[in-house]
């Protein structure tokens, strides 16, 4: 069965910071780029940040990046988000996602090509 995890949300001040985890099993981890999305109330999906697991290569939206570093544990068949100098407006539900897609086109579809999805994570940034 496959399965993506999400964990790690919660409560923050502004300015501080989360790790998020999205452990995955029941497919080939090392054969995807899995990515990061969130969905704030009333806004359109948005993707955040990628990693490809066949060569490592990553991918952040201007609007992460700088703040947020994304990284894969092999062995663990999991990958963080490392979430740093939050923002209010960083509230939103994040979900991991895989596909076997090269990073840039996974994120900029918003997830479209995406084969599995976990069921995701709140993070809320209070002010």
């Known amino acids: 069965e496959v399965q993506l995890v999400e964990s790690g949300g919660g409560l923050v001040q502004a300015g501080g910071s989360l790790r998020l985890s999205c452990a995955a099993s029941?497919?080939?981890?090392?054969?995807?780029?899995i990515a990061w999305f969130r969905q704030a109330p009333g806004k359109a999906r948005e993707g955040i940040s990628c990693?490809?697991?066949?060569?490592?290569?990553?991918y952040y939206a201007d609007s992460v990046k700088g703040r947020f570093m994304t990284s894969s544990d092999y062995a663990k068949n999991t990958v963080y988000l490392h979430m740093n100098s939050l923002k209010p407006e960083d509230t939103a539900i994040y979900y991991c996602?895989?596909?076997?897609?090269?990073?840039?086109?996974?994120?900029?579809?918003?997830?479209?090509?995406?084969?599995?999805w976990g069921q995701g994570t709140q993070v809320t940034v209070s002010s």
């Open positions: 996602a895989a596909a076997q897609w090269e990073c840039n086109i996974f994120v900029v579809t918003s997830g479209s090509v995406a084969g599995y």
């Open positions: 029941g497919f080939s981890f090392a054969d995807y780029a």
């Open positions: 990693v490809s697991n066949s060569d490592g290569s990553t």
